[in-house]
């Protein structure tokens, strides 16, 4: 009985240890950059590459066109992807024309490797239709 007991007592700690290691976070400091209007906010989504369900995001005020610094809590360790616009009309998607274009200002890169320690990443806002010479 006391060595079934033990045994249900490793497995219940050798389960805790590996959630907690699975569900390691860490923080994930953004600079955005490339705004051009005093207008809407930013929407910053950071997913792990793995596990779509893990996603982290947040609204940031646009209050003027320098480079906006923001950090993000409780991102996934490893590697993720990370999305962001300025929703300019505030209706909290990003805005396409009839050809699936983004009219918005918006960044994507995948695989980023967050780490344990401190994380950085600078978004730079890109204008598609712009550059486009839509």
Not at 52 to 75: A, F, S
Request: proline share 4%; aromatic share 4%.
């Amino acid at each position: 009985m006391k060595s079934l007991v033990i045994k249900v007592l490793v497995l219940v700690g050798v389960m805790l240890f590996s959630e907690n290691v699975m569900a390691q976070t860490a923080n994930l400091t953004i600079e955005v950059k490339g705004i051009k209007e005093v207008k809407g906010s930013i929407l910053v989504a950071v997913t792990s590459s793995s596990d779509p369900q893990q996603m982290v995001y947040d609204m940031i005020p646009v209050t003027g066109k320098e480079t906006i610094v923001h950090t993000l809590e409780n991102v996934p360790v490893g590697l993720v992807d990370v999305s962001a616009f300025q929703d300019l009309n505030e209706n909290y998607q990003l805005d396409m024309d009839e050809q699936q274009i983004p009219v918005e200002p918006c960044f994507r890169k995948q695989k980023v490797k967050i780490q344990e320690d401190t994380n950085k990443l600078v978004v730079k806002l890109v204008n598609i239709k712009e550059l486009m010479g839509n």
